[in-house]
T-cell receptor, first 110, second 115 residues
Framework: TQLLEQSPQFLSIQEGENLTVYCNSS?????LQWYRQEPGEGPVLLVT?????EVKKLKRLTFQFGDARKDSSLHITAAQPGDTGLYLC??????????FGTGTRLQVFP | NAGVTQTPKFRILKIGQSMTLQCAQD?????MYWYRQDPGMGLKLIYY???????DKGEVPNGYNVSRSTTEDFPLRLELAAPSQTSVYFC??????????????FGSGTRLTVV
């Protein structure tokens, strides 16, 4: 059973466009993380959000944790080719391992 | 600072052969994990460990074994390789706070092909 569903699954856009990736669940998480994975590499942690309603910004990336701590979004402003990769959300439920989302593959063309 | 080191980076196995995927971390993390990632897919947890001498199954443990004799090392063993085990394998480690505020550090992966 996949507890974290991401949408869209694939996204192909031109440089300079804005985009939003969603991570949804019916379960409550104590915290949620976003990772980016580039081809041939392991995922790299971008951010952790822990409070319902929390918004964090990382340059052109904005992350939001839903008020009920069941969902999250990642918004990229003015996407660049360097943003290309697989984006994974991951939730913690006070156990000893994360639950990873289904992933969103982003391709940004120059 | 090496982080999480996985070896080998690539390997081709014949059906029925065995091998061990090595994973070592130098961050003194208690928690370590093995994932597999099939083409275009997300991560599936194979096994994990919360400390030396303690291991537990993830969602896809069949065909694999692990051991954790030290904090630093967490090898993954494939005993009888099958084509279904063709995948990219990632090892990760974490400090895992009470609120899970600490993210995973991943290795760069081992690409395994079983023919």
């Amino acid at each position: 059973t996949q507890l974290l569903e991401q949408s869209p699954q694939f996204l192909s856009i031109q440089e300079g466009e804005n985009l939003t990736v969603y991570c949804n669940s019916s379960s409550v998480f104590s915290s949620l993380q976003w990772y980016r994975q580039e081809p041939g590499e392991g995922p790299v942690l971008l951010v952790t959000v822990v409070t319902g309603g929390e918004v964090k910004k990382l340059k052109r990336l904005t992350f939001q944790f839903g008020d009920a701590r069941k969902d999250s979004s990642l918004h990229i402003t003015a996407a660049q080719p360097g943003d290309t990769g697989l984006y994974l959300c991951a939730g913690a439920k006070n156990t000893d391992k994360l639950i990873f989302g289904t992933g969103t593959r982003l391709q940004v063309f120059p | 600072n090496a982080g999480v080191t996985q070896t080998p980076k690539f390997r081709i196995l014949k059906i029925g052969q065995s091998m061990t995927l090595q994973c070592a971390q130098d961050m003194n993390h208690n928690y370590m994990y093995w994932y597999r990632q099939d083409p275009g897919m997300g991560l599936k947890l194979i096994y994990y460990s919360v400390g030396a001498g303690i291991t537990d199954k993830g969602e896809v443990p069949n065909g694999y074994n692990v051991s954790r004799s030290t904090t630093e090392d967490f090898p993954l063993r494939l005993e009888l390789a099958a084509p279904s085990q063709t995948s990219v394998y990632f090892c990760a480690s974490s400090t895992w706070g009470n609120r899970a505020d600490y993210g995973y550090t991943f290795g760069s992966g081992t690409r395994l092909t079983v023919v």
